[in-house]
């Protein structure tokens, strides 16, 4: 589809649109607040893909860890350090070669395909989208989103709109008959979306940009029509969205697997916040490409022989030095991301510092631990006329709890979260990679992020009563 017939299928009434929020007439300066200025410093560094020296979790921790899983619905926990997979156990009827939906885990894939996009001249985070979607000029919340508000979930977009289809279509084997994601699904023969893309720029502005923190797919789908006009005018090989994020992010990072595991709607476009399904060792892939800020490994050879370079799969063996010819080598790892891009992904707004860009910040600068709310299945469950656990209260405060070592330097750590629990923990003074998969249901929803890394890191002995 061309962008001119995009934006005419997109087209909406600016008088309907304008009514609807209860515009008078006047300018758009005097209907909406100023933002809060953006602020401005140093450049941040969160990753650190080179840490000092530390030891890896010790067996026993590891095995605790896992039990504690297991008895929350976990079917997977896989532990990676440095690059190299320590350990790996499947319970509760899962397998590795399984590919397990991440729900929405699968938004921290659009965070970083941003930082790509940054990196090569095609967006700037701060831009407004109604440049690119044009339809939103005329609106006066609208035409002051930006792609960062869209991407730290601030934008002011009606977060679950009808206008998308059934929440939670694409999510596939998260359990049995009874399980939640099952029930929204609405049986396997439901027909895909027919185009989430050009849906969502009907979707109504409901609250001022910047000022709210609203979890829901909406302004996934916004970034993925944004991002698709930008490659559609310019000059890359790679047109649309798909193609881009497979070239950009998921080749360097040792992904090959059809798009159809992004779980698409009627014109082959992904769900790009929460339709992946990877294995627990493809998940961790993507983990450590980012621990290591996006870089891949070349290696440099003696004198006379070609280098090489690749993406570098988990493995389950130590060793860092390879040879060509018999010729001992050394790896040089090159990024393929502008690091200051990168680590937006980790700077939280100032309406929810807790959250960057599509990643959760799960350690502040305090220890205290992201409040994923939401994110969980919260709304999935009053959806389907559920009321909130009774513990959630008590369980989200266990999650603020801080998370120090020995010594009481707090441990940092952000995460790719998704509904029945789906982690992915990077934790880059430790340099590990943690995956773990559970079903989605009722026996899971006391899993808790604090505990779970206190058994790990060998530190659960300190663990606040109602994480336990």
């Known amino acids: ?40 410093g140093p450049s941040p560094r969160f990753l650190n893909p080179d840490p000092a020296p530390t030891p890896a979790p010790a067996q026993a921790d590891i095995e605790r860890a896992m039990a504690y899983s297991e008895a929350h619905a976990g079917r997977a926990v896989l532990v990676m350090k440095d690059g190299i997979v320590i350990a790996e156990r499947y319970a509760n009827g899962w397998s590795a070669e399984r590919p397990h939906p991440l729900a929405s885990g699968t938004k921290s894939f659009a965070g970083v395909t941003a930082a790509a996009a940054v990196t090569d001249g095609l967006v700037s985070l701060d831009e407004l ?52 994601a099952g029930r929204l699904r609405g049986g396997a023969n439901e027909r895909a979306p027919e185009d989430w893309y050009d849906a969502v720029v009907k979707v109504p502005v409901t609250a001022q940009p910047g000022r709210t923190f609203r979890y829901g797919p909406t302004h ?11 490659l559609e005018a310019s000059g890359r090989p790679e047109r649309d969205y798909w193609f881009y994020m497979q070239a950009r992010v998921l080749a360097p990072a040792g992904l090959t697997f059809p798009k159809e ?8 476009q992904p769900n790009l916040p929460g339709g992946a399904h990877l294995t627990a060792r493809e998940w961790a892939q993507w983990g450590e490409f980012v621990r290591r800020g996006c870089a891949v490994k070349s290696v440099q050879p003696a004198a006379g022989a ?35 891009a990168l680590e937006q992904c980790f700077v939280g707004s100032t309406v929810n510092p807790q959250y960057g860009l599509t990643w959760w910040l799960l350690t502040g600068a305090d220890g205290a631990v992201a409040d ?9 469950r009053r ?7 009774p513990a959630a209260p008590s369980i989200s405060a266990a999650q603020t709890q801080a998370i120090r070592d020995p010594n009481g330097t707090v441990v940092k750590a952000v995460m790719a ?51 336990r």
């Open 1 to 40: 589809m061309t962008m001119s017939t995009r934006m005419l299928g997109s087209f909406v009434c600016p008088v309907l649109v304008l009514a609807g929020l209860g515009w008078t007439g006047a300018p758009p300066s005097q209907q909406v607040e100023p933002k809060p200025a953006v602020e401005k």
């Open 129 to 180: 989208v109604c440049d690119t979607i044009t339809e939103w000029k005329t609106d006066p919340r609208a035409s002051r989103i930006t792609v960062r508000e869209l991407l730290n979930l601030t934008s002011g977009l009606e977060p679950h709109s009808d206008l998308l289809g059934r929440q939670g279509y694409g999510i596939k084997d998260l359990g049995g008959a009874n399980d939640l």
């Open 220 to 230: 996934f789908y916004a970034w993925g029509e944004f991002l698709t006009r930008k």
């Open 261 to 268: 595991r992004f779980a698409l709607d009627q014109k082959g």
């Open 306 to 340: 070609p280098a090489t370079s690749g993406p570098e799969a988990p493995s389950s063996t130590p060793g860092s030095t390879a040879t060509i010819v018999g010729q001992p080598t050394t790896a040089r790892w090159t990024p393929v991301i502008d690091r200051d």
């Open 372 to 380: 994923t709310g939401s994110s969980d299945g919260t709304r999935m």
């Open 383 to 389: 959806r389907l006329g559920r009321k909130d656990e």
């Open 417 to 467: 979260a998704g509904a029945g629990k789906q982690r992915l923990y990077l934790l880059p003074e430790q340099g590990l990679v943690v995956v773990r998969l559970a079903e989605m249901g009722t026996k899971g929803t006391s899993f808790n992020d604090t505990r779970f890394l206190k058994e790990l890191l060998g530190m659960a002995g300190d663990a606040p009563s109602g994480a």
